[in-house]
Structure formats: structure tokens, C-alpha cells
């Protein structure tokens, strides 16, 4: 029930393109839904967050939706670009605790 | 902009051997972490620390680890006897308060041979 489960592992786009990544969970008591961005042999950086009461939050390139019906959520990464090569994880925590728990991650490359 | 900051950035230990890791989280939070990374792998929760104590640890914290706050500034992770599965990259984190952004340093990478 701790789990978040993201998707796809990895995913190859060219430049332009929107690449989404999708993650789930099972446990309601989540409230705190961040993206994180990491390069290689650096921190991850927190890159857009979401709380459940909205639907969908944008930051320049980048979307969260979020559908609490079906406890998803996702990253849309609006007009690519090779600098946006990098892995990304998805995170929940929950209100009483200050714990993330973290996805599996996914590795994103984009190609000129 | 402010970060948080961890020394050192790669040390590599003897199986057995005492390791500390440190991290200067950012001055305003309150709130502090201390996360690992196996290659390739997710980011795992190891323990939280607020108001000089630990709010929170996970499974993989046990006997063998210890955080600390010695000073105003600095928050330790402390290894007592590495084994080799220790190796990983050891993240800090800092908030202002839970359940809020969570600002990472840039990692100590720990090599246990």
C-alpha cells in the first residue's frame, strides 16, 4: 500500500515530442504528489508538484494530472528537448508523516 | 539560491569501518533527510529528523546507523561497521516542514570494499 508504481521505465522521444510518464497508487491517505528531475551523478530536484484538490497544475513545459478516482497521476513534458534527457521520478507522501515514497523512475531520452 | 550542500562527495570505505556523511541542509528548514540510491535503482527513504530527534526511519535504518545534529549547521549520517551492501548514493534532504518541498544535495557516493 506504500508503494507508487510508475511507468513506463524508460521511453525515447524526439525533440518536440510529449513525453508522459504515469504513476500509481494504492494508498489514500497520500496528499503530496512531487516530480523529480535527476541527472546523472546528481540530486534529484524537485521539478512540479501536485496536492489531490487540483486537477491538473502546469509550470512552464511541464503538467501533472491528477485523477484521484483512479489514484493516478502523470508528467507531460510539453515540446521536449535534448536538455530535458535525464530520469524522472514520481513521489507521494502523506500529510502526517514527511517520509517520499518514491516510483521506480524512468529514464527519459530525447533526440534532436 | 540556497542548497543543500554534502561532503564528501565520494569516499570509499573498508567493510567494517566506520563512515560519517555529511550535509549542510538549508538554513531556514527545519526538517531533515537522509535517503539512498543503489545503482540504477530508486530513491529509499532512510530517516527524518526534526527538533533534535528522529521523526521517522524506515526499515533499512537500523542498529548500524545513527543521525545527528552536532552544530546549528550540520546534519550527520553515521555508518558504524559498513557492510557491503551499504554502497550507494546517500542523499540529504531539507524542508521547511513536512509534507512540503523537499530540497536533495548532490549525493556522497559510498563505495564499501
Known amino acids: 500500500q506504500q508503494q507508487v508504481k510508475q511507468s513506463p521505465q524508460s521511453l525515447i522521444v524526439q525533440k518536440g515530442g510529449i513525453p508522459i510518464i504515469n504513476c500509481a497508487y494504492e494508498n489514500t491517505a497520500f496528499d503530496y504528489f512531487p516530480w523529480y528531475q535527476q541527472f546523472p551523478g546528481k540530486g534529484p530536484a524537485l521539478l512540479i508538484a501536485i496536492r489531490p484538490d487540483v486537477s491538473e497544475k502546469k509550470e512552464g513545459r511541464f503538467t501533472i494530472s491528477f485523477n484521484k478516482s483512479a489514484k493516478q497521476f502523470s508528467l507531460h513534458i510539453m515540446d521536449s528537448q535534448p536538455g530535458d534527457s535525464a530520469t524522472y521520478f514520481c513521489?507521494?507522501?502523506?500529510?502526517?508523516?514527511?517520509?517520499?515514497?518514491f516510483g521506480t523512475g524512468t529514464r527519459l531520452q530525447v533526440f534532436p | 539560491e540556497p542548497e543543500v550542500t554534502q561532503t564528501p562527495s565520494h569516499q570509499v570505505t573498508q567493510m567494517g569501518q566506520e563512515v560519517i556523511l555529511r550535509c549542510v541542509p538549508i538554513?531556514?528548514?527545519?526538517?531533515f533527510y537522509w535517503y539512498r540510491q543503489i545503482l540504477g535503482q530508486k530513491v529509499e527513504f532512510l530517516v527524518s529528523?526534526?527538533?533534535?530527534?528522529?521523526?521517522?526511519k524506515s526499515e533499512i535504518f537500523d542498529d548500524q546507523f545513527s543521525v545527528e545534529r552536532p552544530d546549528g549547521s550540520n546534519f550527520t549520517l553515521k555508518i558504524r561497521s559498513t557492510k557491503l551492501e551499504d554502497s550507494a548514493m546517500y542523499f540529504c534532504a531539507s524542508s521547511v516542514q513536512e509534507n512540503t518541498e523537499a530540497f536533495f544535495g548532490q549525493g556522497t557516493r559510498l563505495t564499501v570494499v
Open positions: 529528523f526534526y527538533n533534535n530527534e528522529i521523526s521517522e
Open positions: 513521489a507521494a507522501s502523506i500529510g502526517n508523516t514527511d517520509k517520499l515514497i
Open positions: 538554513s531556514n528548514h527545519l526538517y
